[in-house]
């Protein structure tokens, strides 16, 4: 019997590097003109381990790069008229060109507020409502950093979205609205699914390109997929597998079936490894080019 071919990855730590590589030089640049340093800050509300160990590789990568990191950080209880305050004061900043607001925030904090009081053109998550209004409009602006990423990655390996049939299921603001726009912009043919969508397997099975941002783990079967697809995880999940003696080690899967979907598809994103780099990687590039908006608009 004829070994089934396995999909090539799309290496988002790659392209990641080459992006970060791209961003160096333009520091740089700016540097050996004796401008002041690019700056990112980031709010960091709570002590979860998780939004910790996603910050300290944020604050990593702007290091490599060259840009400036704050850290603004507050107990998990502290009012949201503080952090409004702090916003406002980065919001004034000369030496802040980005700001971001680290996800979740806890449940006392409207996170629709506190992002919205986020200064537009500092707005590096891309999810102030004015830059989704310039994404849904065509229009040039800050755009949201998961779906930039997935973006930029798919035109990295030459994956035709001109003319595609693109199916994105998940709907949320974060990652499948402004995606399923930024892939119309390019020119494909767009299905937007969710939790309530009928028929979702045959829906995903006429994807010509196939973005997975269900947040269910492993939810993407082989029979999801139609043959040749471009598959991309954007689900992250840590799972414990059992051992021989009890519990076992964990491990990081996706919403796709990584196993069973490479043996069909063409192009597919590890997890990890694949959209999670190129988030940080836009996240960078974003403050760069805020700099560099501010610094043309003066």
Sequence with gaps: MQEKTKAKILDGKLVANKVRDGLKVRVEAILSQRLRTPGLAVVLVGDNPASQIYVKNKIQACKKVGIESFLVQFPADVPQDDVLASIAKLNRSEAVDGILVQLPLPKHLATDVV????????????????????????RQGLRPCTPQGVMVLLEHYNIQVNGAAAVVIGRSNLVGKPLSLMLLEKHATVTICHSRSQ????????????????????????????????????????????????????????????????????????????????????????????????????
């Design 115 to 138: 992002l919205d009081s986020v200064d537009p053109d500092k707005d590096v998550d891309g999810l102030h409502p004015l830059n989704l209004g310039y994404l849904a409009a065509g």
């Design 199 to 298: 028929n979702l397997e045959e829906i995903a099975r006429c994807a010509d390109i196939l973005v997975v941002a269900a947040g269910r783990e492993c939810m993407v079967k082989q029979s999801w997929v139609k043959p040749g697809a471009t598959v991309v995880d954007v689900g992250i999940h840590k799972r414990v597998v059992p051992g021989v003696f009890g519990a076992g080690e964990s491990e990081i899967v996706g919403d796709v079936d990584f196993q069973e979907v490479a043996s069909v598809a063409s192009f597919i994103t590890p997890v990890p490894g694949g959209v999670g780099p190129m988030t940080i990687a836009m996240l960078l590039s974003n403050t760069v080019y805020a700099y560099e908006q501010r610094a043309a608009s003066k």
